[in-house]
């Protein structure tokens, strides 16, 4: 099962997505956003259920990085894989690279498209992954994972932070 805070526009465009790709999903929004969740077939929950899973996708506003990542560091389970969606990569790469515990692996992502573009297909989109701090064997199978997401994705990589 994959956690997932932040249930915005990009949130529930990420999580419609893994659905198609088998995955389940439980969620966590600051907001009720559980009719929502329950339209995606992904499960609402409080996010301590969100954080005991060992993959974390952060979908939340650039705005609200710094505080989510120091609400949730003491949180997370030894292991976990910390990905983020942020558009400002050194942004978010440097806070959680800074912020979380040396024994979570991180992968900084930038999606090239959102809801807008993509409403219904993520056909021929890309997106950016970074290795911020991630054993190679994990940032490999996540990144084996995108390439096959669908089988539309194409990878774009960038340099190393």
Known sequence: MIGLIGL???GKLAAKHLVKAGKKIVA????????????????FAELDKVLANKTIILSVPMEAMEDTLNKIKDKLQPGAVVIDVCSLKMFSCDLMDKILPDNVEIIGTHPLFGPQSAPDSIAGMRIAIMNVRAKQEIFDK???????LEKVWQMRFLAGI
Not at 29 to 43: C, H, M, P, R, T
Not at 142 to 148: A, G, I, Q, T
């Open 28 to 43: 966590f929004d600051v907001s009720d956003k559980s009719k929502e969740a329950q339209e995606l077939g992904i499960e």
């Open 142 to 148: 996540v990144k084996d994972f995108l390439e096959k």
């Open 8 to 10: 915005g526009n990009f």
